[in-house]
Each structure stands twice: as C-alpha cells, then as structure tokens.
C-alpha cells in the first residue's frame, strides 16, 4: 500500500511533469519503472520482452502522460499501458520455457541461516513455476493486487473488467497458488480452507462470523498458519525479487522522449 505523503510526492512529481519539468518526468518515470518490469517479465517470461514492455510503457507515459486527467488512479492507468505492452509481446510466446528462478530472490539483507535461505529458495522457486502455470487473465491479477498493491477498484479499472470478476480470478488464481506450493508447506487434509477464506477477507468477502471462526482456528492450528505465512512469503518474494537495471538503450530512447516532451511543452 503506498503511504499518503508517498502518494503526495507521487502527485506533486506527476503535475510537475505535466506543466513541462522534465526533471520530474525523469523521477516519475525512475519510480515506475521497477514495478513495470516485475509486471513484464512474469506476464511476458522473458527479459528481453519485459525489458521491451518495460521501454514502450515508459515511452507512452513520457509522451501521454499530459493526457492522464486523473480519473483513475495512476497506477490503474499506468499499468493499463503496461498490460498493453505486455499483449504485444506476448502473441506467439506460449511455448516460451518460464522466467529463470533467479529472478525470484530471498530477501537479503535479514542474513538468514542457510537452512533458511534453502527453504526461501525452495518455495521461491515453488511459487515462480506456480505463477508460470497460471492463465494469463489470473496471473495478472495476481501480481497487480497481491504484488503491487493496487486496490480491487484500480486493477479493475487497469484490466478493464469488473470488481467482481477481479475478485473471482483471485480466488481462482489463489486456490490453485495454494494447491501449487502444498509440497513445500506442512498441510493437514482435516483443516478447513483457510487460503479460501484468507482470500475472501483480503476482498471484503467474508463475514465478520466467519473471519473471526478463520483467525481463531489459524491461531491454534501451526499448520494453518504455516500455509497463510508461507503463501504471503511468496508472494512478498515477488516484490522484493532482483530487478536488473534499465539496460542503457532503454534508458536512452527514453530520455530522447522525454527531450522531446520537454521541447514540444516549451512551446
């Protein structure tokens, strides 16, 4: 969730750049970028197509970004962009072999024990294999709401569908998370669904009964919560993941775009 004085800044860098500041455009673009490329290189697979995605996103914004009214959020229109890139490279690439696991990483400055970076790895790699192997149209959802941060209404409003069907492909999409990282987390075949219910609390779904019977039995049952925390960890890798830096011709194209803005503003 992004703070509020982060959103402020967020803001005031975005009207900055719209009234002709180059400067700024250059820090809005530097700020979004990370974010595009996690969404490029798990929707597209590749680096080569996600660091393409991640050029023609950040040229459209460069170029567009006068037009954003703020009628949605600017992550919803951002990633709106992103998913439009991603549609162009993704024709013709079924077939491609998954994102290497590499670029899922523990995080690395908590120096864990070996025996804990093992485990992170292994379910890192878990979770890498299980996102490859979702549709496309859960697979988005998945990384906009759960490794974003966008609300429902926002990924709603970037993928072009309804609230309610953002939320039937995240239940369907972390149902079968769940089921895909089983093998690396203690289960129990007599608990409840917990994911089920973890997934409906996350989108206002459930009902204060049923929440407060879910937390009681996550409370008191080790296995529960090892799957909640291990399916959370997961998808928190995700955000922290390596991300490689802009290779230079990207960077490159993008500040030809925005010199361009910039003199065509000056006008």
Same mark, same amino acid.
């Given at each position: 969730?992004?703070?509020?004085?982060? %959103?402020?800044?967020?803001?005031?860098?975005?009207?900055?750049?719209?009234?002709?500041?180059?400067?700024?455009?250059? =820090? &809005?673009?530097? @700020?979004?970028?990370?974010?595009?490329?996690?969404?490029?290189?798990?929707?597209?697979?590749?680096?080569?197509?996600?660091?393409?995605?991640?050029? $023609?996103?950040?040229?459209?914004?460069?170029?567009?970004?006068?037009?954003?009214?703020?009628? @949605?959020?600017? #992550?919803?229109? &951002?990633?709106?962009?992103?998913?439009? +890139?991603?549609?162009?490279?993704?024709?013709?690439?079924?077939?491609?072999?998954?994102?290497?696991?590499?670029?899922?990483?523990?995080?690395?400055?908590?120096?864990?024990?070996? =025996?804990?970076?093992?485990?992170?790895?292994?379910?890192? $790699?878990?979770?890498?294999?299980?996102?490859?192997?979702?549709?496309? =149209?859960?697979?988005?959802?998945?990384?906009?709401?759960?490794?974003?941060?966008? !609300?429902?209404?926002?990924?709603? =409003?970037?993928?072009?569908?309804?609230?309610?069907?953002?939320?039937?492909?995240?239940?369907?999409?972390?149902?079968?998370?769940?089921?895909?990282?089983?093998?690396?987390?203690?289960?129990?075949?007599?608990?409840?669904?917990?994911?089920?219910?973890?997934?409906?609390?996350?989108?206002?779904?459930?009902?204060?009964?049923?929440?407060?019977?879910?937390?009681?039995?996550?409370?008191?049952?080790?296995?529960?919560? !090892?799957?909640? $925390?291990?399916?959370? %960890?997961?998808?928190?890798?995700?955000?922290? %993941? +390596?991300?490689?830096?802009?290779?230079?011709?990207?960077?490159?194209?993008?500040? +030809?775009?925005?010199?361009?803005?910039? #003199?065509?503003?000056?006008?």
């Amino acid at each position: 969730m992004v703070l509020q004085s982060e %959103s402020q800044t967020i803001a005031g860098r975005v009207r900055r750049a719209q009234a002709g500041d180059p400067a700024a455009m250059e =820090e &809005v673009l530097a @700020s979004i970028a990370p974010a595009v490329r996690r969404f490029g290189l798990r929707m597209c697979k590749t680096a080569h197509d996600a660091d393409d995605v991640l050029q $023609d996103t950040l040229l459209a914004i460069a170029t567009h970004l006068g037009e954003f009214e703020g009628r @949605s959020s600017l #992550s919803s229109w &951002v990633f709106a962009l992103t998913r439009t +890139a991603c549609a162009r490279r993704r024709r013709g690439l079924k077939n491609q072999p998954p994102v290497s696991d590499d670029a899922v990483a523990t995080r690395g400055d908590d120096r864990p024990s070996p =025996e804990e970076r093992a485990a992170g790895h292994e379910l890192g $790699d878990a979770l890498a294999r299980a996102l490859d192997a979702l549709p496309d =149209e859960q697979r988005e959802v998945v990384l906009l709401r759960d490794v974003e941060g966008l !609300s429902a209404l926002e990924a709603a =409003e970037a993928i072009g569908v309804s609230v309610d069907a953002v939320k039937s492909r995240l239940h369907r999409a972390r149902a079968a998370l769940r089921a895909a990282l089983a093998p690396v987390v203690e289960t129990s075949p007599d608990c409840p669904d917990v994911i089920g219910s973890w997934s409906r609390k996350l989108e206002g779904d459930l009902s204060a009964v049923d929440c407060a019977a879910m937390e009681a039995h996550v409370a008191g049952c080790a296995a529960c919560a !090892s799957r909640c $925390d291990a399916l959370k %960890s997961a998808l928190a890798l995700c955000k922290t %993941s +390596a991300s490689a830096p802009v290779p230079p011709a990207v960077q490159e194209r993008v500040r +030809a775009a925005v010199r361009a803005w910039a #003199s065509e503003a000056r006008r």
